[in-house]
């Protein structure tokens, strides 16, 4: 089993606040490296792809590119991935499976605040990115018809060669 989070593959913080570092439109669109997750990890580990893959791209702390080196699969791994945004357009398609985790605004916003706030500020900072930033880009990421759905795909998926 492969189990991984999309954080790590964030974007350059001059990237990712381009908009506005308080906009949800940066959120949604600009924090995470899409194409990165498909071609590092995604395409790799999908149909007609190899056994090298990768988990990360960014160190967002140092706000640098990763220099990871791509990990081998087995035939028959399977790919955990968490984090938000995971059934956006660009990423639908390479999903076999994917469960949507619904959580009320102040139960994630809870959990982040335990887990963000000091990277963010303190908690009042936090709460001021939450309420400005991360709920209305959820609430974008909800309006594009992505979240909130159970998806099962049970297409024939063909094998990674050896």
Do not use: C
């Amino acid at each position: 089993m492969i189990r991984t989070s999309v954080d790590g593959f964030h974007r350059p913080r001059v990237e990712r606040y381009a908009r506005g570092r308080h906009l949800a439109e940066g959120y949604y669109h600009d924090a995470r490296d899409l194409p990165a997750i498909v071609a590092l990890l995604l395409a790799p580990l999908g149909p007609g792809g190899n056994p090298r893959y990768r988990t990360a791209s960014f160190d967002l702390v140092a706000d640098l590119p990763l220099a990871q080196e791509p990990e081998s699969a087995v035939v028959d791994a399977i790919l955990i991935v968490d984090g938000t945004f995971l059934q956006r357009p660009e990423l639908r398609d390479h999903w076999d499976v994917a469960l949507f985790v619904r959580a009320s605004a102040a139960t994630a916003e809870a959990r982040g605040l335990s887990r963000d706030a000091t990277k963010l500020g303190g908690e009042a900072a936090a709460r001021d990115l939450y309420a400005q930033r991360y709920r209305p880009a959820y609430a974008l990421y909800e309006q594009s018809g992505a979240g909130g759905e159970l998806r099962r795909d049970h297409r024939q998926r063909q094998s990674r060669p050896t």
